[in-house]
């Protein structure tokens, strides 16, 4: 946590008893019984609307056998219920109104935790909402990386006349990757990507249906295009000022987990029916509960490590260095040519010998003749002394997990063999998992 973000002068009058908090919009303050029975509070998890919120506390609850949910009594601002280690809040719509939940939420945190920093740190926050996808049609669910303003630069606020207050709007990259795994069975179809937060739903989003409208189909078109390009992948209204105030007190676990109802490169109004938006919501809180469920109740389902018949100990000893890979496909990222997709790729591998390799994607003027970041990797194999592969990453734009296309597993395995590790958006897996079935060096031995 950061210290020196943390408005202690005042928190700690709280905690020493001299001042009552006074939660004014939860409508509940420092000395109410009620918040006794809260300490125990494991995650906070917030969304827009009230009603979500009483079904997530409602479904928590069930999950966990039945406790009791604990309501706040005022509901004229914020619905916020307790049950099963869980505060659920909601934060209304926008970033002035999800502020003011989200600092009273802080300070309360602060006092049920009687300022302990650790055991703050060990409190999960989500926001869990629905958003215009970028690119990405109704129904997905985007977990962010990032959460920015519609120029694409972080959350900022006036600072009383002597300039701005910037905040970093970046989410914890271990947690992005804990939830996806947490889901990698559910058959949901889960993305990470950045989040354009707008200040307002019509004139910030680029719509071109509001009562007032300042842009043409030529400029939404222009605004959206430019937000793909840059890595985006859906609009909601809270994201960027959460990050940003979550990170600015150093919390280590948060996320932002969002359904698209629309894929606004293809229109502005929400027109599907209710029973359908219910259902994309529903995918959301399904992502949620998957994680919440792994990371709460070690209840997982998934995030193994195939084993294909081999002592998973032996293969989590063998565990290569997953983060170096990473980052190293990260790093070639840089070196990629894609002046036509805009779809940068990297990759990077180990080989038997402990040697680092790595590839960008290099595309043509032709289309057809675009190299893979992986065949790009190969080559540097080959030229630089050869050897088997047995690990390999790659990564989009954003640094996540990118699944090789059909064609390159059929490089991967050439190289590397059925035994080979491979990272994926749903977590390690091997080459037998990733090309079932394959052709390869053996089918011609006989030849
Ligand atoms: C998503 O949906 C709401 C607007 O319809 C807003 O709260 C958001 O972030
Ligand atoms: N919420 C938003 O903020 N934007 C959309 O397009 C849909 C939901």
């Known amino acids: 946590m950061n210290t020196k973000n943390i408005n202690r002068a005042c928190l700690d009058r709280i905690l020493e008893g001299s001042r009552t908090d006074a939660y004014y919009h939860l409508g509940i303050s420092s000395k109410d019984p009620l918040l006794e029975r809260l300490r125990g509070v494991r995650a906070i998890i917030t969304a827009g609307s009230g009603e979500r919120i009483r079904e997530f506390a409602e479904h928590w609850s069930t999950v966990n056998g039945g406790p009791e949910i604990l309501a706040f009594p005022k509901e004229e601002r914020f619905v916020t219920r307790y049950t099963a280690g869980i505060l659920?809040?909601?934060?209304?719509?926008?970033?002035?109104?999800?502020?003011?939940?989200?600092?009273?939420?802080?300070?309360?945190?602060?006092?049920?935790?009687?300022?302990?920093?650790?055991?703050?740190?060990?409190?999960?926050w989500a926001r869990v909402g629905t958003s215009g996808g970028v690119g990405l049609p109704g129904g997905s669910v985007v977990i962010s990386s990032e959460g920015l303003m519609a120029d694409l630069k972080p959350y900022r606020l006036l600072q009383g006349g002597h300039g701005e207050y910037w905040f970093d709007g970046s989410f914890p990259a271990?947690?992005?990757?804990?939830?996806?795994?947490?889901?990698?069975?559910?058959?949901?179809?889960?993305?990470?990507?950045?989040?354009?937060?707008?200040?307002?739903?019509?004139?910030?989003?680029?719509?071109?249906?509001?009562?007032?409208?300042?842009?043409t189909p030529e400029t939404r078109t222009a605004w959206l295009q430019w937000l793909y390009d840059n890595g985006v992948r859906n609009i909601e209204m809270e994201g960027a000022m959460l990050a940003g105030y979550l990170n600015h007190w150093g919390f280590s676990r948060f996320a932002m987990i969002c359904a698209t109802l629309l894929n606004r490169m293809e229109g502005d109004q929400v027109t599907s029916a209710p029973e359908q938006l219910q259902h994309y919501s529903e995918k959301s809180r399904m992502v949620l509960f998957n994680y919440l469920k792994a990371s709460l109740l070690g209840q997982s389902q998934v995030h193994t490590v195939?084993?294909?018949?081999?002592?998973?100990?032996?293969?989590?000893?063998?565990?290569?260095?997953?983060?170096?890979?990473?980052?190293?496909?990260?790093?070639?990222?840089?070196?990629?040519?894609?002046?036509?997709?805009?779809?940068?790729?990297?990759?990077?591998?180990?080989?038997?010998?402990?040697?680092?390799?790595?590839?960008?994607?290099?595309?043509?003027a032709s289309f057809g003749l675009t190299l893979c970041a992986e065949c790009s990797m190969i080559s540097h194999l080959c030229a630089t002394g050869g050897g088997?592969?047995?690990?390999?990453?790659?990564?989009?734009?954003?640094?996540?997990?990118?699944?090789?296309?059909?064609?390159?597993?059929?490089?991967?395995?050439?190289?590397?063999?059925p035994d080979m590790l491979l990272m994926t958006p749903q977590g390690v897996r091997t080459m037998a998992d990733m090309l079932p079935q394959p052709f390869g060096p053996g089918d011609l031995e006989d030849c």
């Open 306 to 364: 195939p084993v294909d018949g081999k002592d998973p100990e032996m293969i989590k000893q063998a565990e290569p260095d997953w983060e170096r890979l990473r980052r190293t496909a990260v790093s070639a990222l840089g070196n990629s040519y894609s002046p036509y997709s805009h779809f940068p790729v990297g990759a990077a591998g180990f080989t038997d010998k402990g040697r680092l390799i790595w590839g960008a994607n290099v595309e043509n």
């Open 88 to 124: 659920f809040a909601s934060h209304g719509m926008g970033m002035p109104s999800a502020s003011i939940a989200l600092q009273e939420l802080m300070r309360m945190l602060y006092f049920l935790k009687g300022g302990d920093l650790d055991a703050m740190d060990e409190v999960f």
């Open 388 to 417: 088997r592969l047995t690990a390999v990453y790659c990564v989009n734009g954003q640094g996540q997990p990118l699944t090789p296309c059909g064609r390159c597993r059929q490089l991967l395995y050439e190289h590397g063999g």
């Open 174 to 215: 271990s947690t992005i990757q804990d939830i996806i795994a947490a889901n990698a069975d559910s058959g949901l179809s889960v993305v990470s990507g950045k989040t354009v937060a707008g200040n307002d739903f019509f004139l910030e989003q680029f719509r071109l249906d509001g009562a007032i409208s300042f842009e």
